[in-house]
């Protein structure tokens, strides 16, 4: 749920073409086992306030496994008067959750109650003022303010249930209408690899825009969406990170908003599986996930080792987000205020741990041959450092063709972003179109850059063509250490159709910026040295890319 950032890398020579991400979320679109995915509301249909007919009646006591030796070990069944502190804590801002979402989380009465046995998370249409960044952040300032359209709720166990491996069991109704982005997820107590997603996020169950024109392939018009989504993210701290995942499919027929469902993932060390109305749909083995990231003792990057990033303790979250970098640009597109309000309701959660080996979680599981096995992804290639790169008096960034050891990448979402190399007389250059407003590219290096010495006296260039934008459409030009460690500037642009050379100076660059956290990359510790963003659609060449002094 955190950041749905789809990292697209691009061959650095000789030519600019875009690699797909294996497995990729929203590209799976198909149900494990090939039809209608059969789920199961409760026999009464009624949303029994504690799930207490599952335990009698045998079609769907699958749900519980007591008689594959899984022990309840944590629960909530929501049958208090209030929410209770002493396992839930509400995140409170405004930060839109890394997604661009369009919500503020509260702890109100009116985004989080108890009603009936269940806990209603409420999404609803409000003007709303609170912090412009996560708690969690170190630059997190309560003063530093954002106004949002929604308001909504998150709930999270963090160091009040954290748990490594396990059942962990939802039941639960959920929201429809576009813009709807109901999730419940597990991240990390313990960045121990490092920022996300390098320690790794799990999401057992996630949705977007059910009830609108499905945009899985092939889908014909008139199909409703009607699919929840299993995901692993992973990889390297943003943004060089990766996800791999599916969906399953309720079919045209049966909405997941209509009633309640029963939603799980058992996790053992080394394997995830998924799991609807206790049908097993998914597995992700390690083969298909890795972590990279800088070791504190030797300073350089190595790859983990024993099942990581998924071997550390997660805590549970469950939210309702509003529009974002998903939800907001697929199926109908954008939010439809008048669906709101929406609530996502959560009869019950349960965690279960295997007591046949509570040390690695093995011994309980429920596999079937029809699942989906996702095949993931596979580390690159750790490259060495070079201490010689980004050295004054000149470090050239793409003349032409990009300086080895560089990458060209994007952040690109929702796939608007191509980059084409081309000449102009004598000029070399790389053309970036960008057909849609969320997105960047970037060149990056992996080992990162001390570039410290450009702070006094340096400056980022490069010449600059616009080729079309569209109104009010401006070029931020970056520095990244990664999020939100962000500097940026905005470029004046030349006249359509006419090169110019742009000339940043880099301590300006540094001390400036647009984001949540301005003026914070440190330049002793650079992972991307420039970044281009447009924030809407815009066509531009760049060439002679360099820092000098």
């Known amino acids: 749920m955190t950041q749905r950032n789809t990292l697209r890398r691009l061959n650095a020579r000789p030519a600019f073409t875009l690699v797909a991400l294996t497995g990729a979320l ?7 086992n090939g039809g209608n995915g059969n789920g199961q509301t409760d026999p009464d249909d009624n949303g029994d306030q504690n799930g207490d007919d599952n335990l009698t009646t045998p079609e769907v006591s699958r749900h519980h496994p007591v008689d594959k030796e899984w022990r309840l070990i ?14 839930w804590s509400f995140e409170q801002n405004c930060w839109g959750g890394g997604n661009d979402e369009l919500q503020c989380y509260t702890n109100r009465d009116d985004n989080a109650y108890i009603e009936d046995g269940r806990l209603i998370i409420k999404a609803q249409r409000e003007d709303f003022t609170g912090p412009a960044d996560t708690e969690d952040s170190d630059a997190y300032d309560p003063d530093n303010t954002r106004t949002q359209p929604y308001t909504s709720a998150r709930l999270r166990t963090i160091n009040k249930g954290d748990w490594r491996y396990g059942r962990f069991e939802i ?7 576009q813009g709807t982005w109901p999730a419940v997820w597990m991240l990390p107590t313990d960045w121990v690899y490092g920022g996300w997603a ?3 996020e799990i999401d057992i169950m996630e949705a977007v825009n059910i009830g609108t024109q499905s945009d899985a392939p092939d889908a014909e018009a008139g199909t409703p969406e009607h699919r929840v989504h299993g995901t692993l993210h992973y990889g390297r701290a943003w943004p060089n990170n990766v996800y791999s995942g599916t969906s399953y499919d309720f079919g045209p027929d049966e909405s997941p908003a209509d009633g309640f469902h029963h939603y799980a993932i058992e996790w053992q060390e080394g394997e995830v599986r998924w799991y609807v109305d206790g049908q097993h749909y998914a597995t992700h083995t390690m083969d298909g996930w890795y972590t990279q990231y800088k070791d504190d003792e030797s300073g350089e990057m190595v790859t983990g080792e024993n099942a990581a990033p998924f071997n550390q303790d997660f805590h549970l979250i469950m939210n309702l987000a509003v529009g974002g970098n998903w939800a907001g640009a697929v199926n109908d597109g954008g939010v439809d205020e008048s669906v709101f309000p929406q609530t996502f309701e959560i009869d019950y959660v349960r965690v279960y741990q295997c007591d046949v080996d509570a040390v690695t979680g093995a011994g309980c599981e429920t596999r079937s041959e029809e699942a989906t096995l996702i095949e993931g992804n596979t580390p690159p290639d750790i490259i060495e450092p070079d201490e010689d790169l980004g050295a004054a008096p000149l470090f050239t960034i793409f003349d032409g063709e990009l300086t080895a ?3 060209w990448n994007a952040y690109d979402p929702n796939n608007v972003i191509n980059a084409t190399p081309g000449t102009d007389g004598d000029r070399q250059f790389l053309n970036i179109d960008k057909a849609g407003a969320t997105g960047n590219f970037y060149a990056s290096y992996t080992p990162r850059l001390d570039l410290s010495h450009w702070g006094d006296d340096g400056d980022l260039v490069f010449d600059l063509r616009v080729n079309s934008l569209d109104e009010d459409v401006a070029l931020l030009v970056k520095i990244d250490g990664g999020w939100p460690n962000v500097s ?6 030349p006249e359509v159709g006419a090169w110019a050379e742009v000339r940043l100076n880099i301590a300006d660059l540094v001390a400036s910026g647009n984001s949540i956290v301005a003026g914070s990359v440190d330049l002793a510790d650079v992972l991307n040295p420039i970044v281009f963003e447009p924030n809407g659609v815009m066509n531009f060449d760049v060439a002679n890319i360099r820092y000098e002094q």
């Open 405 to 407: 050891g560089l990458d």
């Open 488 to 493: 940026d500037l905005t470029v004046t642009l």
């Open 171 to 177: 039941r639960a109704k959920l929201p429809q209408g």
């Open 26 to 32: 929203i590209l799976a679109g198909c149900n494990a």
């Open 198 to 200: 390098a320690s790794g």
């Open 74 to 87: 944590w629960s909530d069944e929501f049958d208090g008067h209030a929410i209770d502190p002493a396992k």
